[in-house]
């Protein structure tokens, strides 16, 4: 599944599933909702970290619906809809078909609701273990057995990968939905950052373990320029080779065990760092 949009091809189709008198049938002043599913909340604070930019974003929309902001609450139908966080409860499930059928556009942003996120981890294993080793009440806890993104619940015009997302990233999201264009988010990996930056690749220099190579981009070149290599914050980048990467970390002298948990992060559950974790069990 692409980070632009729900086909992988890079391309959103920007139509949403509703009607009105603009283009992509938005209103002339869109309404704007924001939805939080299993999540740190880290996606919508980019949001709110744009200061300046956020009311000019304002002055463009009506900011219907965000509880991280505000409790007011203007009800749908949405023009555009943003949705943090994974699909990991029946309620859950319930809730995002919902905000779908009210929703002309939505877009996901960071790598729970894209990639099912840290809680993913859970497909990996029995949630039935997980849930006695931390509760006292199993019986009280109602959950799936399965963290997953939003995208294999309803359909999605756009993802916006990272964890967090790119603030940045976000405001030319909505910029372009709002202006009935493509959004311009880069598909390239983290490693193309590095060399516009002019970061000593950690690879090569010293053998650290990264990410970057097949790591789509949008950090900004963090952790490389602070000489760590990339833990794949923004997921898989465009046809990513996680199969030659991975015989490189095993060149390094990593170990099976450590190499399935390399790709078994903040994007665990994005299908490329998914089958590249487990050809290594």
Known sequence: MGANGKNGNGRSNGNGNGHGNGKNGLSERPKLAVWKFSSCDGCQLSLLDCEDELLAVAEKVEIAYFLEATRAQVKGPYDISLVEGSISTPEDGKRIRKIRRQSKVLITIGACATAGGIQALRN???????????????????????????SEHVPVDFELRGCPINKHQLLE????????????????????????????????????????????????????????????????KETPNTSSLATWFGWQGMSQRDIRHVFRSFNAGAEAFRRESESHE
């Open 173 to 236: 999201v909505l910029n372009a939905f709002l202006n009935h264009r493509r959004p311009n988010i880069p598909t390239y990996s983290q490693c193309v950052e590095c060399k516009r930056h002019g970061t000593v690749c950690v690879m090569v220099a010293k053998g650290t373990p990264c990410l970057g190579p097949v790591t789509q981009a949008g950090c900004g070149n963090l952790c490389p320029s602070c000489d760590r290599g990339c833990y794949g914050c923004f997921g898989p």
């Open 124 to 150: 990996f294993g029995r949630l039935y273990d997980y849930i006695t080793a931390v509760y006292a009440r199993p019986d009280y806890i109602d959950a799936l057995a399965s963290s997953t993104p939003i």
